[in-house]
């Protein structure tokens, strides 16, 4: 296994591990791991045991703004995970690669197979999916990150951004927090 970071155009920086199987399977293409919100790249520690005894080189990496890449990047936008993703497979030379996303992976992978279809060889969704429009979706989000019970009052003052008022209202939204209410998602 292969630890390393990416630079990506816009700075941040992406933590990625290869894993490469023993014996690899000539038919077998690669597998790039998408994980969700809040999730590290080991998420995927035991599937990418299996793939790898299939025969599969897998790639999981930290999405910006989680694990050890990136924890404040420049922009949240959902064409810049896009954008990530494609970098980080044409920077390991693996495309086209199987793509498998979890929840927010999930819609990355399924944005990234539509705008770079050529990088793409499949695509597995997990709690994930084509989803149209809701716009009851935010207010429900929302309604549900405020019935989460309050930190003590002494780790208060340690919170993330995202679990404040407006850091869950940006979140659920589709906006990073600080960007105006005015601003539709990307």
């Known amino acids: 296994m292969r630890h390393d970071h990416l630079t990506t155009p ?3 920086r992406l933590a990625y591990r290869v894993h490469s199987p023993t014996r690899r399977a000539p038919a077998q293409p690669p597998v790039l791991l998408l994980h969700g919100l809040a999730g590290p790249m080991a998420e995927w520690d ?4 299996h793939l ?3 025969g599969h080189e897998v790639i999981a990496y930290d999405a910006r703004g989680h694990g050890a890449s990136t924890r404040r990047p420049p922009t949240m936008t959902r064409s810049a995970c896009v954008s990530d993703a494609v970098t980080l497979l044409n920077h390991l030379s693996l495309a086209p690669a199987t793509l498998i996303g ?3 992976g999930g819609h ?4 990234t197979a539509a705008a770079h279809p050529d ?3 499949s695509l597995i969704l997990i709690e994930a999916g084509p989803g149209g429009p809701n716009p009851t979706l935010p207010t429900q989000i929302t309604t549900w990150l405020n019935s989460w019970p309050a930190p003590s ?3 208060r003052k340690r919170r993330p951004s995202w679990a404040t008022r407006p850091g869950r209202e940006a979140w659920s939204s589709g906006r990073t927090a600080g960007t105006p209410a005015s601003t ?3």
């Open 52 to 54: 790898l005894q299939a």
């Open 10 to 12: 816009d700075g941040t």
């Open 119 to 121: 990088s793409v060889s």
């Open 102 to 104: 979890q929840s927010l």
């Open 153 to 155: 009052p002494p780790s």
């Open 108 to 111: 990355t992978a399924l944005l």
């Open 46 to 49: 035991a599937l990418t045991e």
């Open 184 to 186: 539709p998602p990307e």
